[in-house]
T-cell receptor, first 112, second 111 residues
Framework: NAGVMQNPRHLVRRRGQEARLRCSPM?????VYWYRQLPEEGLKFMVY????????ESGMPKERFSAEFPKEGPSILRIQQVVRGDSAAYFC??????????FGDGTRLSIL | DAKTTQPPSMDCAEGRAANLPCNHS???????VYWYRQIHSQGPQYIIH???NNETNEMASLIITEDRKSSTLILPHATLRDTAVYYC????????????FGTGTSLTVIP
């Protein structure tokens, strides 16, 4: 999965803390997507962003979750006041226009 | 986006061709067929995609039936490193923002 960079690879937070997950898309890609994967399940879409705009956030919980993709810098998925149920692998993908999505290796979030 | 149906698991002998089927009987005219795979603890890896013609790249071949209701991903000479979960996804790139990942097919390549 060379190209889409996610960090950190592993993140541990206590309940009530904030988690920030970063994603740098492949060079030349201006479309970013975030997915969440619970153990033994498939990936579930959360949000789709283009530079400075949220295009589709239909899969993202209404509370505590937010995403941004600023003009400069990586895309950020932010989870406030984390709870145990937020423990999952979070994957970012990027694409160029209507091309296929290319995925990073994810951030494993663990909530204590 | 249309849903897909895949067998939950398959085995394949190392060195033989792996043929992974996918049913997408409700696919619409503008929807492409995409294949990804996910090796344990890694992100999904793009393999191939197509609309109606058969496609081939360095990783695999994609055979789409004439009525487009089903397709087959072919790994011509499976290796142990091809052991993964394979996802077949249909999506209209002009209107679909997300990929719907079902449960996929867990392929085990046997030495």
């Amino acid at each position: 999965n060379a190209g889409v960079m996610q960090n950190p690879r592993h993140l541990v937070r206590r309940r009530g803390q904030e988690a920030r997950l970063r994603c740098s898309p492949m060079k030349g890609h201006s479309h970013v997507y975030w997915y969440r994967q619970l153990p033994e399940e498939g990936l579930k879409f959360m949000v789709y962003l283009q530079k400075e705009n949220i295009i589709d956030e239909s899969g993202m919980p209404k509370e505590r979750f937010s995403a941004e993709f600023p003009k400069e810098g990586p895309s950020i998925l932010r989870i406030q006041q984390v709870v145990r149920g937020d423990s999952a692998a979070y994957f970012c993908a990027s694409s160029a226009a209507q091309g296929p999505q290319h995925f990073g290796d994810g951030t494993r979030l663990s909530i204590l | 986006d249309a849903k897909t149906t895949q067998p939950p698991s398959m085995d394949c002998a190392e060195g033989r061709a792996a043929n992974l089927p996918c049913n997408h009987s409700t696919i619409s005219g503008n929807e492409y067929v995409y294949w990804y795979r996910q090796i344990h603890s890694q992100g999904p890896q793009y393999i191939i995609h197509g609309l109606k013609n058969n496609e081939t790249n360095e990783m695999a071949s994609l055979i789409i039936t004439e009525d487009r209701k089903s397709s087959t991903l072919i790994l011509p000479h499976a290796t142990l490193r091809d052991t993964a979960v394979y996802y077949c996804i249909v999506r209209d790139p002009n209107t679909g923002n997300q990929f719907y990942f079902g449960t996929g097919t867990s392929l085990t390549v046997i030495p």
